[in-house]
């Protein structure tokens, strides 16, 4: 059963800057392209980036030019760069496989102020 932890969320004001790490147990990791979801209160689950096992990246248009996905095989992590915050970015943010996901982690809470 894979685990996923995300980590690396936090309170910081607007244009500010964070990185989170989504690390995962199994051997099947490197092979699935994964992504980064968010779920704002009162809001429906939505994925902001996605990377191939290859490292191909796609990206919610209201994040492009701001967040970067990335990943590390070998860790078995991806990452969120996350630049230029604004307060519409507020939610908890998960990662995941985009096919056949796994079960969800904890996800790590993401708070930007005015």
């Known amino acids: 059963q894979v685990q996923l932890v995300e980590s690396g969320g936090g309170l910081v004001q607007a244009g500010g800057s964070l990185r989170l790490s989504c690390a995962a147990s199994?051997?099947?990791?490197?092979?699935?392209?994964m992504g980064w979801y968010r779920q704002a209160p009162g809001n429906r689950r939505e994925l902001v980036a996605t990377?191939?096992?290859?490292?191909?990246?796609t990206y919610k248009d209201s994040v492009k030019g701001r967040f970067t996905i990335s990943r590390d095989n070998a860790k078995n992590t991806v990452y969120l760069q996350m630049n230029s915050l604004k307060p519409e970015d507020t939610a908890v943010y998960y990662c995941n496989a985009i096919m056949a996901p796994y079960k969800w982690g904890q996800g790590t809470q993401v708070t930007v102020s005015p």
């Open positions: 199994g051997s099947t990791f490197s092979i699935k392209a």
């Open positions: 990377i191939s096992s290859r490292g191909t990246t």
